[in-house]
Nanobody
Framework: VQLQASGGGLVQAGGSLRLSCKAP???????????FGWYRQAPGKQRDMVAS???????HYEDSVKGRFIISRDSSKKTVTLQMTNLKTEDTAVYYC?????????WGEGTLVTVSS
C-alpha cells in the first residue's frame, strides 16, 4: 500500500492546516476495508495516534486534539484528510499517515507541522 502524505508547513498558533494522505493505487472496495489514521512524533518522543477511523467508520481522537482536528475520508479521491484548526505550539511534530490492511501496517512519509508562538 502506497501512501502519499502532504500538507505540512509552518503556521502561527491559532492557525489551521490540512493534511492529506492519498492511496492512489487502492481500489474503492479496499479503501473502505482499510483502517486509516494520522500519527505524530515530536522530537524525542514516541509516535502517537492523533486521529483514526476503522472500516466500520468508528473515529477516535487523541484527547488533546478533540474539538480541533477532524479526520475524514473520500473514496473517490482515495484520500484521508486531517483538518487541523486552532493549532498550538505543542502540535509541532512530524505527522504520519497510517493504514492497516489484514493486520499489516503501512506508513507514509512524514510531513512536518511547525506551529510558532
Amino acid at each position: 500500500v502506497q501512501l502519499q502524505a502532504s500538507g505540512g508547513g509552518l503556521v502561527q498558533a491559532g492557525g489551521s492546516l490540512r493534511l492529506s494522505c492519498k492511496a492512489p493505487r487502492m481500489i474503492t472496495s479496499t479503501f473502505w476495508a482499510t483502517d486509516f489514521g494520522w500519527y505524530r512524533q515530536a522530537p524525542g518522543k514516541q509516535r502517537d495516534m492523533v486521529a483514526s477511523f476503522n472500516q466500520d467508520g468508528n473515529i477516535h481522537y487523541e484527547d488533546s486534539v478533540k474539538g480541533r482536528f477532524i479526520i475524514s475520508r473520500d473514496s473517490s479521491k482515495k484520500t484521508v484528510t486531517l483538518q487541523m484548526t486552532n493549532l498550538k505550539t505543542e502540535d509541532t511534530a512530524v505527522y504520519y499517515c497510517h493504514a492497516r490492511q489484514l493486520g499489516i501496517d503501512y506508513w507514509g512519509e512524514g510531513t512536518l507541522v511547525t506551529v510558532s508562538s
